[in-house]
């Protein structure tokens, strides 16, 4: 077999409901020089031996077990374990559209200054119903083109950090240039991905296209406490550009410190308390004013106000008992 011009790396664990899928959407990329690269971390749904028998039948399929420590040391062995001169990566819950990977290949591979690049991506729920686009959510600065060729970013690392709209199941990245990053940094609790895109982008060109090349399961089991852990290390992540005297990036962490804010009133609203998702949401519209806060800063006030109002109905109803 000739020399693989990607490595894909697949990390999964206990997803055998979702695995087959992702390895279908690699499959039907039609580049025939590729390398797959699945990193069972620790699996106990019958993924390992599902594998075993697959790889009898796709030679380009390479699995290795990382022993259930997480997805950022699994990706860091598959990115050890990779033999071409680009890294794609593509969680096991999601699934790449045909053409996605043979263009990006591509696009590289014609720019040898380019150190990564990432796609758009549309998000689905477990019912199969198509929400919104990452860049028709988050509105990026480069995100209101119509879809066209790959466009190398002005400011990568400000950009990235003001919005991070590069989903990992979207990078394709150059292995050397992963190699000598050290990878995901495991000492993070979440956000890692993140991490990894702002050291990248700060050392080497990035470009990006609006096309959609990947589909993104939103799975209805992401509780609040791994919420709470990806914002606090997206917290210790944006502290780090706490005075930069570089406008870019003053702007970059005011808009950075909004999303937080905005996340945090969401999950409040999650949690029946409107009043605490109103003052978050004022937050992030006094650091970065926006359309979607104002709509969410209105709609949290209104069930706000409602649940007050029953509120005192209840105790005039519980007053009237008490008095008959």
Same mark, same amino acid.
């Given at each position: 077999?000739?020399?693989?011009?990607?490595?894909?790396?697949?990390?999964?664990?206990?997803?055998?409901?979702?695995?087959?899928?992702?390895?279908?959407?690699?499959?039907?990329?039609? @580049?025939?020089?590729?390398?797959?690269?699945?990193?069972?971390?620790?699996?106990?749904?019958?993924?390992?031996? =599902?594998?075993?028998?697959?790889?009898?039948?796709?030679?380009?399929?390479?699995?290795?077990?990382?022993?259930?420590?997480?997805?950022?040391?699994?990706?860091?062995?598959?990115?050890?374990?990779?033999?071409?001169?680009?890294?794609?990566?593509?969680?096991?819950?999601?699934? =790449?559209?045909?053409?996605?990977?043979? =263009?990006?290949?591509?696009?590289?591979?014609?720019?040898?200054?380019?150190?990564?690049?990432?796609?758009?991506?549309?998000?689905?729920?477990?019912?199969?119903?198509?929400?919104?686009?990452?860049?028709?959510?988050?509105?990026?600065?480069?995100?209101?083109?119509?879809?066209?060729?790959?466009?190398? !970013?002005?400011?990568?690392?400000?950009?990235?950090?003001?919005?991070?709209?590069?989903?990992?199941?979207?990078?394709?990245?150059?292995?050397?240039?992963?190699?000598?990053?050290?990878?995901?940094?495991?000492?993070?609790?979440?956000?890692?991905?993140?991490?990894?895109?702002?050291?990248?982008?700060?050392?080497?060109?990035?470009?990006?296209?609006?096309?959609?090349?990947?589909?993104? !399961?939103?799975?209805?089991?992401?509780?609040?406490?791994?919420?709470?852990?990806?914002?606090?290390?997206? &917290?210790?992540?944006?502290?780090?550009?706490?005075?930069?005297?570089?406008?870019?990036?003053?702007?970059?962490?005011?808009?950075?410190?909004?999303?937080?804010? &905005?996340?945090?009133?969401? @999950? &409040?609203?999650?949690?029946?308390?409107? =009043?605490?998702?109103?003052?978050?949401?004022?937050?992030? !519209?006094?650091?970065?004013?926006?359309?979607?806060?104002?709509?969410?800063?209105?709609?949290?006030?209104?069930?706000?106000?409602?649940?007050?109002?029953?509120?005192?109905?209840?105790?005039?109803?519980?007053?009237?008992?008490?008095?008959?």
């Amino acid at each position: 077999m000739s020399k693989s011009r990607v490595s894909v790396v697949v990390p999964t664990r206990d997803n055998l409901d979702t695995l087959p899928k992702a390895l279908d959407s690699i499959r039907a990329q039609n @580049i025939s020089e590729i390398e797959i690269i699945v990193a069972d971390d620790g699996s106990v749904d019958g993924t390992e031996e =599902w594998l075993a028998g697959l790889m009898k039948i796709e030679p380009r399929l390479k699995v290795i077990q990382t022993g259930g420590k997480g997805p950022a040391h699994a990706r860091n062995k598959a990115i050890a374990a990779a033999t071409s001169p680009f890294i794609a990566f593509l969680d096991s819950d999601d699934w =790449w559209h045909t053409g996605k990977l043979k =263009w990006q290949v591509a696009y590289l591979e014609q720019n040898s200054k380019i150190g990564f690049s990432f796609t758009d991506y549309i998000h689905i729920d477990p019912q199969g119903k198509i929400l919104q686009t990452c860049f028709e959510y988050w509105k990026p600065s480069y995100g209101g083109r119509p879809p066209q060729g790959y466009e190398e !970013l002005l400011h990568p690392e400000a950009e990235l950090l003001a919005c991070n709209t590069a989903g990992t199941s979207t990078i394709v990245a150059r292995t050397d240039l992963l190699q000598n990053a050290n990878g995901f940094a495991t000492d993070l609790q979440s956000a890692e991905d993140w991490d990894l895109w702002l050291r990248l982008a700060r050392v080497a060109p990035v470009a990006c296209t609006s096309i959609i090349g990947t589909s993104y !399961l939103m799975r209805t089991n992401s509780e609040s406490a791994r919420r709470e852990d990806r914002l606090n290390a997206m &917290a210790s992540i944006i502290d780090r550009y706490r005075g930069h005297t570089d406008p870019l990036f003053c702007t970059a962490v005011r808009r950075a410190d909004a999303r937080i804010h &905005a996340a945090r009133a969401d @999950i &409040a609203r999650m949690n029946g308390d409107y =009043w605490k998702a109103v003052r978050g949401e004022l937050h992030a !519209l006094m650091l970065a004013p926006n359309m979607r806060d104002a709509r969410a800063f209105a709609s949290h006030a209104v069930h706000g106000v409602r649940r007050l109002v029953d509120f005192v109905k209840d105790r005039q109803v519980s007053d009237k008992n008490r008095a008959a």
